[in-house]
């Protein structure tokens, strides 16, 4: 029993991680009817920005960013929050410069695009970030300790990303149901052209998705990156690979989908990984075996409703 | 208010429009008749600047309508219903009407809202609904709301009794007829001639996208710009009669 | 019609001649330059490693050119494989259509260096591999591979011997990365370890690229072994060992040199010390001429570390530099000689290449991560 609560809180960390670079790809997706290959680029651009600041700020080995103190807080502070940035507005320079001019285009060049955007990030960080061919150890502000309650161990980290996770998610449903952006970017997902006679900017809401949809794999990144402590320049590619999984599960368009398939991935992944011997090589196999179930039980996912002619 | 000179609008080779004149005044209701493909939602949708190419010109208060994007037409104080009503389903009757506000300020939406509400009450008690699950009649209704949430000059409808029951046509035409009351002009575009002339004052009969015909309505009897009076049935004809 | 035949005739028996002079004079007036070449991982996750290898076979050919040790120049030239098969089987194409590049040292990882064998063999092109670690290379008789670095098989049964003798550790539960490089580092321990009466508790495999290892690590935990034995490459290994460690579990961390690296030290922090790996990877003053090389190596100005495989990189250089001596600029020849060559003489001290073409003696030993630093597993 314990053992199967442990996997649970394990797959949780995983989920909560998956459900934020989901839900971009998703509501991409809904909005420009491209799915976004660069999007967990997008998040190790974040990444590295934030290892940027912390390896500036913790040159010459003065400060120890463990402690309890204000300047470490600050440090903290400034460099997640430049990750955050960079990834909003790299997010934005990509929709602008390759989305936008091709949004007359057919989505499979969108998807291309993506594509090449993803190689030149990673590739961009291997040659030109100071030893980016390497992998890095990231800082470890969260305290390694942890708390085991009847045998199934906690860690503060598991707290962390699953909090914030969680806490995200509920300012995010906040978001898009109650306020005027939220309610902007819906009308488009159910009809551009009625939307925008209501006077809604498809570029202005696009851009501040992107920005928002950037920030939040942005985030997806940095928590990945405080729970291994070790990031390399192609530690997107598994993130684009999971959201998009989570997000075609749960319907693409979808946010409360991604979370769902976010969920139903990790849980996959811990249980394959978990219980079969020898089931960690296979647990991508045994997702994409329930992706491919589910997709031929409800083509547009589980809680999707857009219709078939958008795909 | 609304004048509309030598429009034409095509679809790739295909003309759809050809040298359209047209006009509607400051609280007037024009009608627009025709029968399918003869141009009339092309003209509603190229004057939202969401039909396609367009030569000649359209004035909305003096101001060209072709400089303005499509989001920025209904700050002009043009609002359409679009053909098949237009809601978005998966939104609730309040956000469908909350979005018919979207360039408005907060205050001034929970006051027309209130207005909104007193004249379309069926709609306050489906209040948290989602808009796909009302009937047919209720959705029309609720894009009338809707479009008046912009406190709009001008509101266009494209065929805003098609799919209906004969007796929710009525109840969406009393409603139409009682915004125009209100002093909103309407630009509508209908295929039932009975109850689109019962609303309007004036008409312009369309035939494979272009005016044939035009004339006032006044208490049931019409009379065509050339000061003849007129039959329905010869209005039909106008553009029934030709199509074969 | 007549004179247009004769002029035709007399412009092709001119420019034949020209073509001709042409063609013998460069090779009367200038000295001939024969290319060596790396081919390794200048690209990719493995960057580091490849590079500091080049560097060092670099730097054994230009001590060649400026002894003046052969008759003709020697030139490197270098490709990268990208640690990637497909790529690695484009270079060595390329260098196959190449007629100066008379020997090569290719490819650092295993996989790669399986995947382009076929290559080698079809163009006579020697491989003397100075990385990859997988037997097989050498064990398929194919003539033109042969290698300076040290293959699994003098590795794992050292491992397993020490495991149980020298640490006692009698449960071991693996974790493998499922290539062909995973399969060689447990496919050679396995039955080492147990004829010597360990037991094999458990075996995982994971996908390169994957970054959460919890749910095996979990289920290892219940099980208990003595040691966490890691076939693979360094990225993994540090992410497996940093999660063991945050899962609160002690057991020893063990594994073979290829994670044994200055990354690994970095990328694992605090959670790798005390992870315990077979190496071939010779402390260098343990070498005969281990302190020159490094020496050298700084003197020459090089931006990269030599990193722990250099030595075999320099090795390589230097080997190849004496066959060109003994055979000459001939590909046929030098693939011929590799396995006669009895009595050359490397940054290892003096050595010959057994009938499968592994450079003997090897340096086979224990290291220990130790304040950040791979030092020699006290006895």
């Given at each position: 029993m314990d053992l199967i609560l442990q996997h649970l809180v394990n797959a949780l960390a995983l989920s909560a991680v998956y459900a934020l670079v989901a839900i971009g790809i998703s509501l991409f997706f809904g909005v420009i009817g491209i799915v976004n290959l660069a999007h967990g680029d997008i998040a190790t651009l974040g990444v590295f920005a934030s290892l940027a600041v912390f390896q500036f700020l913790l040159a010459g080995g003065a400060m120890d960013i463990t402690a309890l103190s204000a300047p470490a807080a600050m440090a903290t502070l400034a460099a997640l929050a430049a990750g955050l940035v960079v990834a909003a507005l790299s997010g934005v320079v990509f929709y602008r410069v390759a989305f936008f001019p091709l949004r007359a285009a057919p989505p499979i060049i969108g998807l291309l695009c993506s594509v090449g955007v993803g190689f030149i990030i990673r590739e961009s960080i291997l040659n030109?970030?100071?030893?980016?061919?390497n992998p890095q150890p990231f800082p470890a502000i969260i305290p390694p300790d942890l708390i085991e309650i009847g045998g199934v161990i906690i860690q503060y980290k598991h707290i962390f990303v699953i909090g914030t996770a969680v806490i995200v998610m509920f300012a995010l449903a906040y978001c898009v149901e109650r306020t005027r952006f939220g309610r902007a970017m819906r009308s488009i997902l159910n009809n551009r052209e009625v939307a925008q006679s209501l006077g809604v900017s498809t570029f202005k809401v696009t851009v501040a998705l992107f920005a928002l949809g950037s920030a939040l794999a942005g985030l997806a990144g940095l928590m990945n990156a405080l729970y291994y402590n070790l990031v390399q320049s192609d530690m997107g590619t598994l993130l684009t690979v999971k959201g998009f999984t989570a997000a075609v599960i749960g319907g693409l368009g979808n946010i409360y989908g991604a979370l769902l398939g976010a969920v139903l991935v990790g849980l996959i992944e811990a249980v394959t990984a978990g219980f079969i011997p020898d089931g960690s090589a296979y647990k991508d196999v045994a997702v994409f075996g329930v992706l491919i179930a589910i997709l031929i039980a409800r083509p547009n996912g589980l809680l999707g409703r857009l219709s078939a002619e958008r795909v | 208010m609304l004048t509309i000179e030598k429009f034409s609008a095509s679809y790739g080779p295909v003309h759809a429009l050809h040298g359209i004149d047209l006009r509607v005044e400051a609280g007037e209701a024009v009608c627009l008749l025709g029968s399918n493909g003869a141009g009339k939602s092309t003209l509603i949708r190229s004057l939202m600047g969401l039909g396609p190419l367009v030569s000649g010109a359209a004035h909305f208060e003096g101001r060209d309508l072709s400089v303005h994007a499509v989001e920025d037409r209904v700050r002009l104080g043009l609002a359409v219903v679009f053909e098949g009503r237009g809601i978005l389903p998966a939104m609730s009757v309040h956000e469908n009407l909350l979005m018919g506000g979207y360039c408005r300020s907060r205050a001034d939406i929970a006051q027309t809202l209130e207005q909104v509400v007193a004249l379309f009450p069926l709609l306050a008690s489906r209040r948290n609904q989602p808009a796909g699950t009302l009937s047919g009649g209720e959705q029309q209704m609720l894009a009338i709301a809707r479009a008046l949430m912009s406190r709009p000059k001008m509101i266009m409808l494209d065929?805003?009794?098609?799919?209906?029951?004969p007796i929710v046509v009525e109840q969406v035409f009393e409603a139409i007829a009682e915004v125009n009351r209100r002093g909103v002009a309407i630009l509508l575009v209908e295929q039932n001639m009975h109850m689109a002339l019962a609303v309007a004052q004036r008409f312009y009969v369309l035939d494979r996208g272009a005016v044939v015909l035009a004339g006032t309505v006044s208490d049931g009897v019409l009379t065509s710009n050339t000061g003849q009076v007129l039959h329905e049935d010869e209005i039909e004809s106008a553009y029934m009669g030709e199509k074969t | 019609m007549t004179d247009w035949t004769g002029r035709g005739l007399r412009i092709a028996v001119v420019s034949s001649a020209v073509i001709l002079v042409a063609g013998l004079l460069p090779a009367s007036a200038q000295q001939r330059v024969v290319k060596v070449a790396y081919v390794g991982p200048l690209t990719g996750p493995n960057t580091a490693m490849g590079i500091g290898t080049r560097n060092s076979m670099d730097l054994a050919i230009r001590e060649a050119n400026a002894a003046n040790a052969l008759p003709f120049k020697l030139e490197l030239i270098s490709e990268s494989d990208d640690s990637k098969p497909s790529t690695g089987v484009a270079a060595i194409q390329k260098l196959c259509n190449d007629p100066d590049v008379i020997a090569t040292s290719a490819h650092w990882n295993s996989p790669v260096a399986l995947a382009t064998i076929p290559y080698f063999k079809q163009c006579n092109l020697l491989n003397l591999v100075s990385?990859?670690?997988?037997?097989a290379l050498t064990q398929q008789?194919?003539?033109?591979m042969a290698r300076v670095s040290t293959p699994f098989g003098y590795l794992l049964p050292h491992l397993a011997e020490s495991l149980i003798?020298?640490?006692?550790?009698k449960t071991i539960a693996i974790v493998k990365s499922r290539d062909a490089f995973g399969d060689a580092g447990t496919e050679g321990f396995v039955p080492e370890y147990e004829k010597r009466g360990g037991k094999i508790i458990a075996v995982e495999g994971y996908n390169v690229g994957d970054r959460d290892y919890t749910a095996i690590l979990t289920k290892i935990r219940q099980l208990k072994p003595d040691a966490v034995y890691l076939a693979g490459l360094t990225t993994e290994a540090a992410l497996v060992v940093r999660q063991m460690r945050q899962l609160g579990m002690k057991t020893a961390f063990v594994g073979h040199?290829?994670?044994?690296?200055s990354t690994f030290v970095e990328a694992a922090g605090p959670a790798g010390e005390g992870a315990i790996v077979v190496t071939s990877l010779p402390f260098l003053d343990r070498l005969p001429d281990g302190p020159g090389y490094a020496k050298r190596y700084a003197a020459a100005g090089y931006k990269e570390p030599h990193e722990a495989y250099g030595p075999f990189g320099y090795a390589a250089g230097q080997v190849i530099v004496d066959l060109l001596r003994r055979h000459g600029p001939d590909r046929k020849a030098v693939v011929a000689g590799i396995r006669q060559l009895q009595d050359t003489k490397t940054i290892f001290g003096p050595g010959r290449f057994d009938d499968r073409g592994v450079l003997q003696p090897k340096y086979v030993d224990m290291a220990v991560l130790k304040g950040g630093d791979w030092v020699p597993l006290p006895k």
């Open positions: 030109f970030y100071p030893n980016g061919r | 065929e805003p009794s098609m799919g209906l029951a | 990385g990859a670690s997988v037997d008789g194919v003539p033109e003798d020298r640490l006692k550790f040199a290829g994670w044994q690296t």
